[in-house]
């Protein structure tokens, strides 16, 4: 799947992963075992087989509204058929929900977007270990922080999984 991507600033950045290795330290599953350069604390926006580079430069005119706060609210799971999906669960604000609404609008015309990124669908979230059991859950929200707070979101991309390419879209860092 290809996807479009808000990045978090280097604090926020930090903060995730320590948690990914606070759960690798465990010997439980965890982003931390994905070594490539692309893997990055991210909160997908929208999600398709196929979103070709032709929407880039209509993305990178909406990342000019970044950066964007987001407030992480304690942790969440969703159930998969590969076990479950641990991660930290972004509170959404006017600002970001009218951002992701305005994303999608600019790729309407990309076909089969996951239905869990739609809007009125769509649950914030940046994922800390995916294919988790029960007890390993268990385990790990004894080890993990409830909260980080407000980290801030100044970078948009687009993920390329056919490539196993990024792509910059704008950013307020540089």
Known sequence: MDSVELLLEATGEELLRSDWDILKRAGLPSQARH????????????????????YDSTLAALAEALPLPIHTAGLVLFRTGRGQVLARLGVVSRALLDFHQTVHQALDGVPG??????????????TLARGMTSGQVAEALDLLPGDHGQL???????????????????????
């Not at 977007?113 to 940046?126: A, E, K, L, Q, Y």
């Not at 196993?164 to 879209?169: F, Q």
């Open 35 to 54: 070594t490539a350069a692309s893997n990055r604390a991210h909160i997908t926006l929208l999600a398709a087989p196929r979103i070709p580079a032709e």
């Open 113 to 126: 977007v996951t239905g869990n990124c739609v809007p009125d669908r769509w649950v914030p979230h940046i």
């Open 152 to 174: 801030i979101l100044p970078t948009l991309r687009r993920w390329d999984s056919h490539e196993k390419t990024t792509t910059a879209l704008g950013s307020t860092t540089g």
